[in-house]
């Protein structure tokens, strides 16, 4: 069984200002790791994914996560956020060996871009 | 492609009252997926489906809570009778293998249990 700890709930950071949100998971097997964001009122979107190879991934807005194995960790980061970008992110993580394709998604971080 | 299809997207009904939430996959996704998502506990799955035939049910809170998938292309969630605790955020998602495991999710059906 795997679990996703995402540490703050709540991120409250200037424009153009650069941001970091936390995600660390447990896991017994190899995993696939994702970021989604959640706008006001909308479905999720898929920002980010890690499969395999590089361990630094570059996704859709500027935004990026580094993969490190030895802390169990997925963070995402933004050099230089923008208004826009407020919204609700999720980290989720699904096993190599899941022919189900499940995810578990961490409890989510708001995002408030404050002017 | 219309991308996941829910509808509908607010419904407002008094306690006791059958609900039914409904999907749209996208084609050719061969595995589809419903969550809930509340303030207190967050996005949690409920059940899903793979080839039409449902896999996992373990997140289905109550016998209250039904699905069903007659065909590829529909889904249907129904909760009856509905109590005001149900309130919350319905979503829907699809995939398939080639995917690579990227769910593709719905907008939601916001629902209000009075």
């Known amino acids: 069984a795997q679990s996703v700890t995402q540490l703050d709930s709540q991120v409250p950071v200037f424009e153009e200002a650069p941001v970091e949100l936390r995600c660390n998971y447990s896991?017994?097997?190899?995993?696939?790791l994702f970021w989604y964001v959640q706008y006001p009122n909308q479905g999720l979107q898929l920002l980010l994914k890690?499969?395999?190879?590089?361990?630094l991934v570059k996704g859709i807005n500027g935004f990026e996560a580094e993969f490190n194995k030895s802390q169990t960790s997925f963070h995402l980061r933004k050099p230089s956020v923008h208004i826009s970008d407020t919204a609700e992110y999720f980290c989720?993580?699904?096993?190599?060996?899941?022919?189900?394709?499940?995810?578990?998604f961490g409890g989510g971080t708001r995002l408030m871009v404050k002017p | 492609d219309a991308g996941v299809i829910q509808s509908p997207r607010h419904e407002v009904t008094e306690m006791g009252q059958e609900v039914t939430l409904r999907c749209k996959p996208i084609?050719?996704?061969?595995?589809l997926f419903w969550y809930r998502q509340t303030m207190m506990r967050g996005l949690e799955l409920l059940i899903y489906?793979?080839?039409?035939?449902?896999?996992?049910d373990s997140g289905m809170p109550e016998d209250r809570f039904s699905a069903k998938m007659p065909n590829a292309s529909f889904s249907t969630l129904k909760i009856q009778p509905s109590e005001p605790r149900d309130s919350a955020v319905y979503f829907c998602?699809?995939?398939?293998?080639?995917?690579?495991?990227?769910?593709?999710f719905g907008p939601g059906t916001r629902l209000t249990v009075l």
């Open positions: 998602a699809s995939t398939d293998t080639g995917s690579r495991q990227r769910q593709y």
């Open positions: 896991s017994s097997v190899s995993v696939y």
């Open positions: 890690y499969l395999s190879g590089s361990t």
């Open positions: 989720a993580v699904s096993d190599l060996d899941n022919a189900g394709n499940m995810l578990t």
């Open positions: 084609s050719g996704h061969d595995y």
């Open positions: 489906f793979n080839n039409n035939v449902p896999i996992d």
